[in-house]
């Protein structure tokens, strides 16, 4: 499986901006898709997840109710729709695919190579 991520950019607080990863590769039909962000000096942290069959999502806690991620099975990507953008959003985005549903970057065997969104206060 290879993650190719776009649509990174600069965007104002409160903004919105839309992140897309295309997936190549062999069937990912049992896989969980998920986006995962690095800040300046943070650690990777989960951002949301939603499984490809299924269609569901899941969110981290800091962008619930701001963030929409959703699978498009005829352009076989995954979207991340970014609203309300804060500075503390600012990080490089990437794309991952797992075999099990996991919040877990450790548990994520397939990455994409980031793409850098940037918040503007």
């Known amino acids: 499986v290879q993650l190719q991520a776009s649509g990174g950019g600069l965007v104002q607080a409160g903004g919105s901006l839309r992140l897309s990863c295309a997936v190549f590769g062999r069937t990912i039909s049992g896989n969980t898709l998920a986006w995962f962000r690095q800040g300046p000096g943070k650690e990777r942290e989960f951002v949301a997840a939603v499984g490809w069959l299924t269609g569901a999502p899941y969110y981290g806690d800091s962008v619930k109710g701001r963030f929409t991620i959703s699978v498009d099975k005829v352009k076989n990507a995954v979207n991340l729709q970014m609203s309300n953008l804060r500075a503390e959003d600012t990080a490089v985005y990437y794309c991952?695919?797992?075999?099990?549903?996991?919040?877990?970057?450790?548990?994520?065997?397939?990455w994409g190579q980031g793409t850098l969104v940037t918040v503007s206060s």
């Open positions: 991952a695919a797992s075999n099990q549903g996991s919040i877990s970057h450790a548990n994520y065997n397939f």
